[in-house]
């Protein structure tokens, strides 16, 4: 089973601020096979970034996904008001499919 | 649009078994590869399971906590997936989210089922 560790827990920053999230995994991901999630409270989970660095369809390009092999970022240029949620990474490499425990994102 | 829409959860007691569906519409089923993830209270997402499509064998994956009392089956006359699941403990209760898998992520949800399992 591949664990992925997301650092920081928590992030405390202000809108218009530019937040950097890490997500290690505990042996490499081959083919970049890892996705980014945002989850609002008391909503549905949403597929940011896959294959670690392709937006999905509608996603903002204030989002973007990098890295390779065991380390992985998620970076939000500028947050607006609607960014601050919890972000979860994924990945999709091996079975059993295993998720970050989550970055929450909140506002300072 | 891909709508995916699950039902069935509840309250049941330690032991008992539920079974949840789910429908997946503006796919080609038969494509359709469905995953459900869960979410216990103020915890984060977990993997449940996997089917293919019939397509590619219609094959069933399990996480190790519900491997053996978890089965994930497909209807593809009724666009349906179920899970059922049986010898349900306290460590069960959670949101049930249904997912249609795209790129092989989970790319739509459901709105979730709550399914609360306790005495």
């Known amino acids: 089973e591949i664990v992925l560790t997301q650092s920081p827990g928590t992030l405390s920053l202000s809108p218009g601020q530019r937040a950097s999230l890490s997500c290690r995994a505990s042996q490499s991901i081959s083919g970049n096979s890892l996705a980014w999630y945002q989850q609002k409270p008391g909503q549905t989970p949403r597929r940011l970034i896959y294959d670690a660095s392709t937006r999905a369809t509608g996603i903002p390009d204030r989002f973007s996904g990098s890295g390779s092999g065991t380390d992985f970022t998620l970076t939000i240029s500028r947050l607006e008001p609607e960014d601050f949620a919890v972000y979860y990474c994924q990945q999709y490499v091996i079975i059993p499919r295993t998720f970050g425990q989550g970055t929450k994102v909140d506002i300072k | ?119």
Request: glycine share 12%.
């Open chain 2, 1 to 119: 649009e891909v709508q995916v829409v699950e039902s069935g959860g509840g309250f049941i007691k330690p032991g008992g078994s539920l079974r949840l569906s789910c429908a997946v519409s503006g796919v080609t089923f038969i494509n359709a590869w469905v995953s459900w993830v869960r979410q216990a209270p103020g915890k984060g997402l977990e993997w449940v399971g996997r089917i293919k499509s019939t397509t590619d064998g219609g094959t069933t994956d399990y996480a190790a906590p519900v491997k053996g009392r978890f089965t994930i089956s497909r209807d593809d006359s009724k666009d349906m997936v179920y899970l059922q699941m049986n010898r349900l403990t306290t460590e069960d209760t959670a949101v049930y989210y249904c997912t249609h898998l795209r790129e092989m992520t989970f790319a739509d949800w459901g709105q979730g089922t709550l399914v609360i399992v306790s005495s």
